[in-house]
């Protein structure tokens, strides 16, 4: 479509030469499907019940961690040339407002330290998680779920995740190896490997489960 073709140009004047491959790998035009079908595949997929009442956080990150140059950084580490979230801002306006005003990189920063704090009224943790979700066509015709994550969030957790790395490791003590752990899948490999060579009994096998998700 043109839609399809202009974003695609506008990915590519940006440089994002992965996304234009991707896009352009994956054009094949799907088989339209009634709206009421995708909305009730949507359904089908999204965990029923109430939402879990979680107890505020108390404070944890502080402006030594947030910093104007830690905010940037993250915002220029995640940006990837997507559409925006609910605020409509993506990484790369965020960069230009940081890099034109040095009075918004430090409202930015100071933004970023509450949402990790979870210290914000009740009205703007709405606005940030109440995300837009669309359905795209999978050629099976199923229907694959796609929220357009926030930006703000998105480096918020970053810079989080960061500084609680060492917290995390030793409150989990090897119990996990997908966040925090660098090259933590092919440690999963090669343990597994040596388990199997070592510990399992001969005639024995070793089961590899996975579970079927729509969100990830």
Known sequence: SAD??????LQGEHGFLRQVRTILENSTPQQPRDGAETFADLVRLHPQGELPRMARPRATFSNAQFTVDAVQDA???????????ATGWTEEALIDVMT???LAARALAAMLRDLANAQVPESVRVRLTDLELIGIPKPDRGT???TLCEALLKCASRIALRHSSNAMTMFFGGLQFGVCVPAGAERIVH??????RESVPRGAVV??????????
């Open 75 to 85: 915002f220029v580490a995640a940006r990837h040339g997507g559409a925006p979230g």
């Open 191 to 196: 343990e597994t490997r040596r388990f199997v």
């Open 100 to 102: 034109a005003s040095p």
């Open 4 to 9: 399809l073709l202009d974003y695609t140009r």
């Open 207 to 216: 089961l590899s489960v996975d579970f079927e998700n729509a969100f990830n």
């Open 144 to 146: 694959r779920p796609i």
